[in-house]
């Protein structure tokens, strides 16, 4: 029985992988066009802040995804196998060994993550998605108004650079491999 979990368990997740790949591999800027006829089906329109959230799950679901699976991957199997020695569950292996000693990388994840985010929501200001790129496409490109590219340039590089800041003093302050 549990041979036959395991044989599940590994078709699940290379179904998933491969999902995964799939949903990375299509640019955000074709995804969000592709995803108009369900993003309308959801929201009920196509445009605007709120039909960007749809394709912005969608493209970041498989990314976010990815970064977890590399965050618990990294986390070194002796401490896994220490674990199952003392009798550990499936779940008490997951709750604390796995996630505890994944967090660090996981705060690296969700920097990187973020980021990403921030650079899809600007690809999405190019269909009325709201924001930084509405305001650089609709103003700076539309408009011809340079200044505020490039204030939108500028603005974009700072939030980019204080999140990777911040996360990355999080992260070194959890991590007890620092210690």
């Keep these: 029985r549990r041979q036959r979990q ?8 290379s179904v998933l992988g491969w999902i995964i790949n799939i949903g990375r591999s299509i640019p ?8 108009i006829p369900f993003t309308r089906l959801i929201t009920g329109t196509s445009i605007g802040p709120t039909a960007a959230i749809v ?31 003392m009798g550990a569950t499936g779940w008490q292996i997951v709750w604390k060994v796995l996630l505890p000693e994944s967090i660090p990388s996981l705060i690296r994840g969700t920097s990187i993550s973020t980021i990403t985010l921030i650079g899809y929501s600007a ?17 700076g490109y539309q408009r011809y108004q ?34």
């Design 55 to 85: 394709p912005l799950v969608v493209g970041a679901a498989p990314f976010v995804a990815r970064m977890v699976e590399t965050s618990l991957k990294e986390v070194d199997t002796k401490v896994v196998e220490a674990a199952q020695t």
């Design 123 to 139: 690809m999405a200001g190019t269909v009325g998605g709201g924001g930084l790129g509405d305001i650089a496409i609709r103003y």
């Design 6 to 13: 395991m044989c599940i368990r590994d078709r699940l997740n």
């Design 146 to 179: 340079q200044d505020v590219m490039l204030v939108t340039i500028v603005l974009l590089v700072i939030i980019v650079q204080l999140i990777q800041f911040g996360f990355g003093l999080l992260a070194a302050a959890i991590d007890k491999r620092n210690s």
């Design 28 to 35: 955000f800027i074709i995804l969000i066009v592709a995803l």
